[in-house]
T-cell receptor, first 114, second 111 residues
């Protein structure tokens, strides 16, 4: 079984500040990990993914995430927040044995203040 | 390349009425998923298709929900009859290798 826990349902930062969204996972097999972003009234857009290659993964819009097996974490960061980053972010896990089935976290709403 | 297309984008119906959602996946993607997203939560898988075969429908409430993917391309998800608790966003996704691509979703409101 796989599961994802996103710590903090709401995160608020100032424009230009560091963005840190936390994700911890549980998986009995080597995981594939994903971050998706969802803007209001839109579908999910892939930000980045980890599929057993480099542990530091760079994605779109300046985001990156680091896979830490010892901590079972895959936190999402961005050095400097922009107003356009305000959205809901979902961490998800799958594996080579799950036939692509994604298990999502509850989501974190990011608010960016001017 | 066109993304995953879903229609309608919004649907408002009275309870006990039927409703259907349509999805056209990205061309060449054999795997198609339907997800349910309740307000404030992450999406949850309803059904997965490999071509025209439903290979994982364990989370689909079969008393009122049905789905089909004729010819292994477009898919339709149906609810009959709809209940108040079915109000949610229904997302369709298709997969290439290890990545799923999502459509914009259909927001269903049941009154």
């Amino acid at each position: 079984a796989q599961s994802v826990t996103q710590l903090g349902s709401h995160v608020s930062v100032s424009e230009g500040a560091l963005v840190l969204l936390r994700c911890n996972y549980s998986s009995s097999v080597p995981p594939y990990l994903f971050w998706y972003v969802q803007y209001p009234n839109q579908g999910l857009q892939l930000l980045l993914k980890y599929t057993s290659a480099a542990t530091l993964v760079k994605g779109i819009n300046g985001f990156e995430a680091e896979f830490k097996k010892s901590e079972t974490s895959f936190h999402l960061t961005k050095p400097s927040a922009h107003m356009s980053d305000a959205a809901e972010y979902f961490c998800a896990v799958s594996s080579s044995t799950s036939y692509g089935k994604l298990t999502f976290g509850q989501g974190t709403i990011l608010t960016v203040h001017p | 390349e066109a993304g995953v297309v879903q229609s309608p984008r919004y649907k408002i119906i009275e309870k006990k009425q039927p409703v259907a959602f349509w999805c056209n996946p990205i061309s060449g993607h054999n795997t198609l998923y339907w997800y349910l997203q309740n307000l404030g939560q992450g999406p949850e898988l309803l059904i997965r298709y490999e071509n025209e075969e439903a290979v994982d429908d364990s989370q689909l409430p079969k008393d009122r929900f049905s789905a089909e993917r004729l010819k292994g391309v477009d898919s339709t998800l149906k609810i009959q009859p709809a209940e108040l608790g079915d109000s949610a966003v229904y997302l369709c996704a298709s997969r290439s290798t290890d990545t799923q691509y999502f459509g914009p979703g259909t927001r269903l409101t049941v009154l």
